[in-house]
């Protein structure tokens, strides 16, 4: 997988788990989640909370992860 951070939108009803992926400028849904956790950082320090997520999508495995509220590529 090839590292990024770019913004990705993404489709995620009531529960917040990811439903589809626009990737690649077409909207890909994610047929299994492979890995989920979750980076918290100590609250001295004001590092993020970020809930990663590897999912496998019609058009290839891809790395997310939610951050503020927003959804962020990190591989693909």
């Given at each position: 997988?090839?590292?990024?951070?770019?913004?990705?939108?993404?489709?995620?009803p009531?529960?917040?788990?990811?439903?589809?992926?626009?990737?690649?400028?077409?909207?890909?849904?994610?047929?299994q989640?492979?890995?989920?956790w979750?980076?918290?950082?100590?609250?001295?320090?004001?590092?993020?909370?970020r809930?990663?997520?590897?999912v496998?999508?019609?058009?290839?495995?891809?790395?997310?992860?939610?951050?503020?509220?927003?959804?962020?590529?990190?591989?693909?």
């Amino acid at each position: 997988m090839n590292r990024k951070r770019l913004p990705v939108e993404v489709l995620a009803p009531g529960n917040g788990l990811p439903m589809r992926l626009r990737l690649k400028g077409q909207w890909a849904p994610i047929e299994q989640q492979i890995a989920s956790w979750v980076i918290q950082g100590v609250w001295w320090s004001d590092e993020v909370h970020r809930e990663y997520m590897r999912v496998v999508t019609s058009i290839g495995g891809a790395e997310v992860y939610r951050e503020g509220g927003k959804w962020w590529l990190s591989r693909v």
